[in-house]
């Protein structure tokens, strides 16, 4: 877990202090070899190559008449979340998920908001961001809309991210 910022400006300020100690006979103690060994190793494994990964949740709009545009949908949230994911971020995006599984739910199951809206802000309560894919007809969903408004009482980030940005996966 990564350490809150003011005990990390804290911690690093001990570790100065240690590093000054050690080359000074007068201040060095067996301390400052210790909080040096532990600091290496903070930086080493928690911190830098184990610090808990930014979790973002994409919203796009996913109902359409036409297959062809569901399909479009579902290619542009899941090559943005995969774009998301090389660049170090923990990506939930309910279109990527909910495709794949929708081929193996029973046909009794309805696709529609009742069944998937309380499963999907329980993934949005667990995420730092949600990040708003504007594709067409983005600003028409009753899902998106739902999903921007259960962030904005949560107080997480949201970012919109533009069809002009979402161009670069094209295909």
């Known amino acids: 877990m990564a350490l809150p910022h003011l005990l990390y400006k804290r911690w690093k300020q001990n570790v100065e202090n240690a590093k000054k100690n050690r080359q000074t006979p007068f201040g060095y103690s067996p301390d400052s070899d210790a909080i040096i060994e532990i600091d290496k190793l903070l930086t080493d494994y928690l ?63 309805e696709w529609d908001h009742d069944f998937w809206m309380p499963r999907d802000f329980q993934w949005l309560d667990m995420c730092n961001e949600l990040h708003v894919l504007q594709l067409p007809g983005w600003d028409r969903s009753t899902g998106v809309e739902q999903e921007i408004h259960h962030a904005s009482l949560e107080n997480k980030k949201t970012v919109y991210i533009t069809m002009n940005e979402l161009k670069q996966y094209d295909i």
Do not use: C, W
């Open 47 to 109: 911190i830098e190559e184990k610090a808990p990964l930014t979790k973002v949740y994409i919203a796009a709009p996913f109902k359409d008449p036409s297959k062809h545009i569901v399909r479009q949908r579902i290619h542009y949230a899941t090559a943005y979340s995969a774009d998301l994911m090389v660049k170090g971020f923990n990506v939930y995006s309910p279109l990527s998920v909910g495709a794949q599984l929708m081929e193996y739910l029973p046909q009794s199951v």
